[in-house]
C-alpha cells in the first residue's frame, strides 16, 4: 500500500533535491509493503535501514545547499532533522532487540515527510528563489 503519493505540490524545482525527496517517498512506501502479510523482521529492518542511510544523505545535501546560500534559519532546519534521525536510530534499536515495530512508523515518516517538505523546504526554496531574483 502506497502511503506516501508524490505530486506537484512536494515539488521545491531543485532537479537533486526532488529526485531525493521521490526516493524517500518510495522508500517509506517500500517500509509501508514490509509490513504486509509474509513479511519479516528483517524486510523490515533492511527498509528502515535504508532510509536511515539515505535520509542522512539527503539531509546533508539541503543542509549543504543551506549553509552555501547563507540561509538564516539553517540551524533549525537543521534540528528538524536530527529530530528524525535519532526517531529513525531508536526505531532500529528497537527492532535489533526483538521489539515490534509496526505501520505506524511508516505513517509517521509518510506524514513526517510530507510536512517537512511542505515547511522547512519549501521555506528556503522561497529564499533561494528570491535570493536569485537578487
Ligand atoms: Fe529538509
Do not use: C
Amino acid at each position: 500500500m502506497a502511503i506516501a503519493i508524490w505530486s506537484s505540490r512536494f515539488e521545491t524545482g531543485i532537479d537533486l533535491v526532488d529526485a531525493q525527496h521521490k526516493a524517500l517517498f518510495e522508500a517509506v512506501n517500500r517500509l509501508a509493503a514490509s509490513f504486509g502479510a509474509g513479511t519479516t523482521a528483517t524486510q523490515v529492518g533492511e527498509s528502515l535501514a535504508f532510509l536511515a542511510q539515505y535520509t542522512l544523505e539527503h539531509f546533508q545535501t539541503e543542509e549543504h545547499f543551506m549553509r552555501e546560500m547563507g540561509y538564516p534559519a539553517l540551524e533549525t532546519h537543521r534540528a528538524e532533522h536530527a529530530r528524525l534521525v535519532d526517531k529513525v536510530q531508536l526505531l532500529q534499536s528497537r527492532l535489533a532487540e526483538g521489539k515490534t515495530v509496526t505501520m505506524d512508523v511508516a505513517i509517521f515518516l509518510a506524514d513526517w515527510l510530507k510536512h517537512h517538505i511542505h515547511g522547512a523546504d519549501m521555506a528556503y526554496v522561497r529564499f533561494a528563489k528570491d535570493k536569485s531574483r537578487g
